[in-house]
C-alpha cells in the first residue's frame, strides 16, 4: 500500500486569482456539509488552507493503489499525512514551490477555512475558529481532516501564535466532535511524555 504526498497551502486571498479559485472550491461544502454557507472571502479575518495532493495524469480517482512514478514527489509506505503548511504567494492557486513542473499535475483534496475573532480586552486577543473542513470523498479515511484541525490548533500562524488564546469549531457534527477529541487528546499526551521528566501530567485525582 502506497501514500499519496498530501501540503496544505495558505491561500493569499487578497490575490484575485487565488479567491476565485477557492470561491469555485467552496462550492463543494453544498454537497458533503449540512447547512454549508459561502465563505465572503472578501473580509480580511478568513484564512484558508487548500490540501493538495499530487497525481499524474490518469490518477485523480485518489484512491491507494500506486500511482505513475512522477519526479518530485515522494511515495512512501503506509497512511498519508500532511506533509507540510505552504504560503501561496501568487498564481493561480497552485502551488509551484513543490518541485513540479506542471501545476496540473496538482489536486485539489480539500480545505479548511478558519475565521479571526478578536477580544481586545484580553492578553491574548485572538480566537480563531474552524468553520469548514472539507476532504473530498477519494481522499477520506486517510486522517488528513485530523491533519487539518492539528494545523489550525498548533501551527505558529493559527492557533500556535503566542497571541492566540484558544482555537474554537463552529457547531461541529458528532463525527467532528469525535475527531476534534481524538486530536486533543493525542496532543495532551504528547505533552505529558515531553513533560515526564518534570513530574508528567496529572490525568486523575481523588477525594476519597
Not at 501514500?3 to 469555485?24: P, T
Not at 458533503?32 to 484564512?47: K, N, P, Q, T
Not at 519526479?71 to 493561480?92: H, I, K, M, Q
Not at 503566542?162 to 495532551?188: I, K, Q, W, Y
Amino acid at each position: 500500500m502506497t501514500a499519496l504526498l498530501f501540503f496544505g497551502v495558505q491561500a493569499d486571498l487578497s490575490n484575485a486569482e487565488q479567491r476565485e479559485f477557492s470561491d469555485r472550491l467552496q462550492n463543494f461544502a453544498f454537497f458533503y456539509i449540512d447547512g454549508a454557507e459561502r465563505v465572503d472571502l472578501s473580509d480580511s479575518r478568513w484564512r484558508w488552507v487548500t490540501l493538495w495532493t499530487h497525481s499524474s495524469g490518469d490518477t485523480l480517482r485518489g484512491d491507494r493503489s500506486r500511482p505513475r512514478s512522477t519526479s518530485g514527489v515522494a511515495e512512501e509506505e503506509g497512511s498519508c499525512t500532511l506533509n507540510s503548511l505552504r504560503t501561496n504567494d501568487g498564481g493561480n492557486g497552485n502551488d509551484n514551490s513543490k518541485g513540479n513542473s506542471s501545476p496540473n499535475g496538482w489536486v485539489a483534496a480539500g480545505y479548511m477555512t478558519m475565521y479571526h475573532f478578536y477580544n481586545p480586552v484580553h492578553a491574548r486577543p485572538k480566537r480563531p475558529r474552524v468553520c469548514q473542513v472539507l476532504v473530498l470523498p477519494p481522499f477520506q479515511r486517510r486522517g488528513l481532516g485530523a491533519e487539518l484541525f492539528r494545523t489550525a490548533s498548533a501551527h505558529p500562524r493559527f492557533g500556535g501564535a503566542p497571541d492566540v488564546m484558544e482555537v474554537t469549531v463552529e457547531s461541529p457534527c458528532t463525527g467532528f466532535v469525535r475527531l476534534r477529541d481524538a486530536v486533543d487528546l493525542d496532543r495532551f499526551l504528547s505533552f505529558c511524555q515531553a513533560t515526564r521528566g518534570g513530574g508528567g501530567c496529572l490525568l486523575y485525582t481523588s477525594d476519597a
